[in-house]
């Protein structure tokens, strides 16, 4: 199985800053990672799909770069629904695997 | 609009069989565009996957569960359903379905979710 390694596993921030979260995988992946929103009761809304692909709505704030094994989510002026968690998650082979999530906090 | 919703019994009791089902509305599960999975959260940690029913009954299932799990479909209710056998605390959390779209050879990205259900093992 892919290991999916997110850091930090938490954070804290103000609106209107710039926050970077990392996904690091096992194995190469090449551009086959995807991002995740979740807040707390509801389910994960994509954001992010192979690497820097924006899901239809997602504000252009939310970006993703990387390829092979790092892999980063960026937003670039963090707004008050922000706040949340954020997961990673491979679409290279199965078994499909998730990092552990970064939690945005105030 | 695409909806996800999953229902089945919320307590089950030790060594015994989770079922639930997911009942897809505004799409249909038959269709090879798309892949039809199970994934579940146990409270407070990340997302794990469990499986998938891809049109024609074709199924994937996590190796860590393969020997306890079956993923089924049924096209004339547009549903599908979980169902894992022996369970224990371990099997405690909340169960998505989700639509699984895939985009070139990657074996994809879940665009649509249900919105969960809790499913808690306990005698």
């Known amino acids: 199985d892919i290991q999916m390694t997110q850091s930090p596993s938490s954070l804290s921030a103000s609106v209107g800053d710039r926050v970077s979260i990392t996904c690091r995988t096992s194995q190469s992946i090449g551009s086959y990672l995807n991002w995740y929103q979740q807040k707390p009761g509801k389910a994960p809304k994509l954001l992010i799909y192979?690497?820097?692909s924006l899901q239809s709505g997602v504000p252009s704030r939310f970006s993703g770069s990387g390829s092979g094994t790092d892999f980063t989510l960026t937003i670039s002026s963090l707004q008050p629904e922000d706040f949340a968690t954020y997961y990673c998650?491979?679409?290279?082979?199965?078994?499909?695997?998730f990092g552990g999530g970064t939690k945005v906090e105030i | 609009q695409l909806q996800l919703q999953e229902s089945g019994p919320g307590l089950v009791k030790p060594s015994e069989t989770l079922s639930l089902t997911c009942a897809v509305s505004g799409g249909s599960i038959s269709t090879s565009t798309y892949y039809w999975d199970w994934i579940r959260q146990p409270p407070g940690k990340g997302q794990e996957w469990v499986g998938t029913?891809?049109?024609?009954?074709?199924?994937y299932y996590n190796p860590s569960l393969k020997s306890r799990i079956s993923i089924s479909g049924d096209t004339s209710k547009n549903q599908f359903s979980l169902r894992l056998n022996y369970v224990t605390a371990a099997d405690t959390a909340v169960y998505y379905c989700?639509?699984?779209?895939?985009?070139?050879?990657?074996?994809?990205?879940?665009?649509?979710w249900g919105q969960g259900t809790l499913v808690t093992v306990s005698s």
């Open positions: 989700a639509r699984r779209v895939r985009v070139g050879p990657s074996t994809g990205s879940f665009d649509y």
């Open positions: 192979v690497v820097s």
């Open positions: 029913f891809y049109y024609g009954g074709t199924t």
């Open positions: 998650q491979q679409g290279y082979s199965m078994p499909l695997t």
